[in-house]
């Protein structure tokens, strides 16, 4: 195993291009306060933030010595929903609090049977795709929805 590079205790969403190193996390991963991660140089690094933090793409953690590691979301199994009124599908889908990535011709989301059924039945067409996930971040200044308790 790869010695522990450093700690990063702050992250900060904005877009940062010129990284020391990258983490390539799943939609899960990025929510996350204190976990060793491995880089994609094969470094480690204790990830111990003071709280909870949905990490973004191309977000970074900033590391003690100042050094940055650029957040990039992985390719992970979604559902691709497409739909003549995609805006009537959009909604079912937020009234169940999924999160969801809205695109202007498509929406992606988590891949969830229940969801999936549901979306048929009010006529989505569903298609399973492996791609990056960045899901609309929550309403009221929160990055992610989680019931209605904000």
């Known amino acids: 195993m790869n010695a522990l590079l450093c700690t990063a205790r702050r992250y900060s969403d904005h877009t940062h291009s010129d990284a020391d190193d990258q983490l390539t996390l799943t939609y899960e991963d990025r ?85 999936r059924d549901m979306l048929m039945k009010i006529g989505a067409t569903l298609r399973e795709v492996r791609e990056p996930f960045t899901p609309e971040g929550g309403a009221y200044g929160h990055g992610r929805t989680h019931g209605h308790a904000h």
């Open 31 to 115: 929510f996350l306060r204190r976990k060793v991660l491995t880089c994609e140089s094969g470094a480690q690094i204790l990830v111990d933030l003071s709280q909870t933090t949905s990490l973004d793409h191309g977000g970074a953690l900033i590391l003690e010595d100042g050094r940055e590691v650029e957040i990039l979301a992985a390719p992970e199994p979604l559902l691709e929903v497409t739909a003549p009124d995609l805006t009537r599908i959009a909604w079912h889908i937020g009234n169940r609090h999924t999160p969801c990535q809205i695109e202007s011709e498509r929406l992606l989301i988590q891949v969830d049977h229940v969801i």
